[in-house]
């Protein structure tokens, strides 16, 4: 009889033993999951475009998802805003007016942070000059004056003595000219007072009303020729400067970026 209590307690024992290990495996609790909220994965693309009605649209795609985001640029000034774009690697592409073109541009958006692009400039597919001044896009359609037995270049869009190319602007238009005195084929040519060559930026309105030069002291600038085709007679290069104001009263300086050279003559 003794043995038979023994063993209905061992057997209630293990019964009770199992019953709380069955309890502690029951309340085991899932692992904690973190939800990000889904703002937070969202970021913001700035910029402006130049010149105005160059861009018509642009449009952002993503290179993993394929999903894709579009704006038209402000009509006033060409900003434009991409907001609330989930963070990660995007092409643009860009609608352009006639005659312009924009190539594809890589972006990346970052989470929770506003990206500044800067300005995106189209390209006039039919300049023949073409720079940034002061920051804003400029191009001339023009056709070089080379005269051989002078060697004088000049690559601008009035007369090669100079006279304004129309009268009675009702806005100020605005001419280029670059003048190289001694033109042998591609290489660098200093524009400053000393060279002989010079960078000239004008504006007129029936009359010059603005007007840089390098040849005004505290003025510099730099061309290189890097095609001379005498079969195609075409002259291809870039140019930069930094123009004084050749009025004394003056202080209208203009700083020229970014200048491209495709000219024929």
């Known amino acids: 009889m003794k043995k ?21 495996v029951d309340r085991v609790l899932p692992p904690m999951i973190t939800v990000v909220p889904a ?8 910029g402006s475009t130049a010149p105005l009605g160059a ?4 449009l952002l795609v993503g290179t993993v998802n394929g999903k894709q985001y579009e704006v038209i640029p402000d ?4 900003s434009f805003v991409f907001r ?37 400039t189209a390209k006039e597919k039919g300049y023949a000059l073409s720079c940034m001044v002061n920051g804003e896009f400029q191009g001339w359609i023009l056709k070089a004056n080379w005269g051989t037995s002078s060697n004088l270049l000049q690559l601008t869009n009035y007369t090669a003595g100079g006279g304004i190319p129309e009268a009675h602007y009702t806005t100020v238009k605005y001419q280029l000219s670059i003048s190289i005195g001694n033109f042998t084929g591609p290489g660098t ?8 060559n010079s960078i000239r930026y004008n504006g007129y309105k029936s009359i010059l009303v603005s007007s840089q030069d390098t040849q005004k002291e505290g003025s510099a600038g730099v061309v290189m020729i890097t095609s001379f085709d ?36």
């Open 84 to 120: 609330d774009v989930p963070a990660g690697d995007y092409l643009m592409y860009f609608t352009a007016a006639e005659h312009f073109a924009v190539s594809p541009l890589p972006v990346k958006i970052l989470a929770r942070t506003t990206t500044g692009l800067g300005v995106i």
């Open 189 to 196: 040519y200093i524009c400053n007072q000393t060279s002989g």
């Open 4 to 24: 038979y209590i023994i063993c209905l307690l061992c057997a209630s024992l293990l019964v009770s033993a199992c019953s709380k290990k069955n309890e502690t």
């Open 55 to 58: 861009i018509k649209n642009m």
């Open 39 to 46: 703002e937070s994965l969202l970021g913001t693309l700035t």
């Open 230 to 265: 005498p079969v195609a007679r075409l002259i291809k290069g870039t140019f930069s400067a930094e123009l004084a104001s050749r009025s004394s009263d003056s202080n209208d300086a203009k700083v020229l970026t970014d200048g491209l050279i495709n000219v024929y003559y």
């Open 75 to 78: 009509a006033l000034n060409g």
